[in-house]
């Protein structure tokens, strides 16, 4: 197999122009009026472990499919846009059966999204365009706050970090299990490429896990931690992301308690991996004025 050999003068023009350790660059989730993204999506959540009475809870969930995404008018501080799907399916293998859906938006209907310029979503309108009939703890509104990246709300230098908190729910033999996100994004690096500027941010994840549930005179409880990588590219010049993934695993327990004492502990392991991935992309054409 021929390996391809970079031209040595533009490869050391590219390494001058990276980012200097004192420049700091703003990372604003803001793809101007007018522009349709499309993103493909793939999730996968893996258990493994016994339940109450002892039998195998495996659970394998994933979810596929892609998301439309058009910019509408919008107010400064915020980005509003029509999100639609022609299809994510949903999987979901149990020890004795599996069970599937698809997710989507009616034709000619959206979901009417407006997320501030973190990328984080402040609110969701029109939830009758996904229609009804979702037997799962999976949906769209969902996806779009567990998968979706969070920008620094400052201006970034290359080493430099923000944080982020999110709260994943996973159905678990009928209860919720609530995964805690601590999330440090850390900005390696800005270069150059055929659009624009591309920035490099690794991500590193802390998990823990909560939840509880009365059972009469005790008390079911969860527990563990776990942790996990991630990566992420931002088009600096346009106000989008163009790759994020998520990876994490976590070893966890469902502890039954009486008062101050541990009546009983059930181990199990969970994963989860994700990534949300730039398909198709076109901007607005300029105004001529």
């Given at each position: 197999?021929?390996?391809r050999i970079?031209?040595?003068?533009?490869?050391?023009?590219?390494?001058?122009?990276?980012?200097?350790?004192?420049?700091k660059?703003?990372?604003?989730f803001g793809?101007a009026?007018g522009?349709?993204?499309?993103?493909?999506?793939?999730?996968?959540?893996?258990v493994?472990?016994?339940n109450l009475?002892g039998?195998d809870?495996?659970?394998?969930?994933?979810?596929?499919?892609?998301?439309?995404f058009?910019?509408?008018?919008?107010?400064?501080?915020?980005v509003?846009?029509?999100?639609?799907?022609?299809g994510?399916?949903?999987?979901?293998?149990?020890?004795?059966?599996?069970?599937s859906?698809?997710?989507?938006?009616?034709?000619?209907?959206?979901?009417?999204?407006?997320?501030?310029?973190t990328?984080?979503?402040?609110?969701?309108r029109?939830p009758e365009?996904?229609?009804?009939?979702?037997?799962?703890?999976v949906?769209?509104?969902?996806i779009?706050?567990?998968?979706?990246?969070?920008f620094?709300?400052q201006?970034i230098?290359?080493?430099?970090?923000?944080t982020?908190?999110?709260?994943?729910?996973?159905?678990?033999?009928?209860?919720?299990l609530q995964?805690n996100?601590?999330?440090?994004?850390?900005?390696?690096d800005?270069?150059?490429?055929?659009?624009?500027?591309?920035?490099?941010?690794?991500?590193?994840?802390?998990?823990?896990v909560?939840?509880?549930k009365?059972?009469?005179d005790?008390q079911?409880?969860?527990?563990?931690?776990?942790?996990?990588?991630?990566?992420l590219?931002?088009?600096?010049?346009?106000g989008?992301f163009?790759?994020?993934?998520?990876?994490?695993?976590?070893?966890a327990?469902?502890v039954?308690?009486?008062?101050?004492?541990?009546?009983?502990?059930?181990?199990?392991?969970?994963?989860?991996?994700?990534?949300?991935?730039?398909?198709?992309?076109?901007?607005?054409?300029?105004v001529?004025?």
């Amino acid at each position: 197999m021929k390996h391809r050999i970079w031209p040595i003068v533009p490869a050391l023009a590219a390494l001058a122009v990276s980012l200097s350790s004192q420049e700091k660059v703003s990372l604003r989730f803001g793809p101007a009026e007018g522009t349709r993204l499309t993103y493909s999506l793939s999730s996968v959540v893996n258990v493994d472990g016994k339940n109450l009475l002892g039998k195998d809870l495996a659970l394998n969930a994933d979810s596929r499919g892609e998301i439309q995404f058009l910019a509408k008018p919008s107010a400064r501080d915020t980005v509003r846009a029509d999100l639609a799907t022609s299809g994510i399916d949903v999987n979901i293998r149990l020890p004795d059966r599996v069970l599937s859906h698809k997710l989507g938006t009616a034709d000619g209907q959206a979901l009417e999204v407006v997320f501030n310029r973190t990328g984080k979503v402040e609110s969701i309108r029109n939830p009758e365009a996904l229609g009804s009939g979702n037997p799962f703890n999976v949906s769209l509104p969902q996806i779009l706050r567990d998968y979706f990246p969070a920008f620094p709300a400052q201006p970034i230098g290359r080493g430099e970090s923000w944080t982020e908190s999110r709260r994943l729910s996973i159905p678990f033999q009928g209860l919720e299990l609530q995964v805690n996100l601590a999330i440090t994004y850390t900005l390696d690096d800005v270069l150059p490429a055929s659009d624009g500027r591309l920035a490099y941010v690794s991500a590193v994840y802390q998990v823990t896990v909560s939840g509880a549930k009365d059972l009469g005179d005790t008390q079911g409880v969860f527990e563990g931690q776990g942790a996990g990588a991630g990566s992420l590219q931002v088009q600096l010049d346009k106000g989008w992301f163009s790759e994020y993934r998520i990876d994490f695993q976590t070893d966890a327990a469902f502890v039954m308690t009486k008062g101050a004492d541990r009546l009983a502990e059930f181990p199990f392991t969970f994963s989860a991996f994700a990534e949300v991935i730039l398909i198709n992309a076109q901007a607005p054409d300029p105004v001529i004025r």
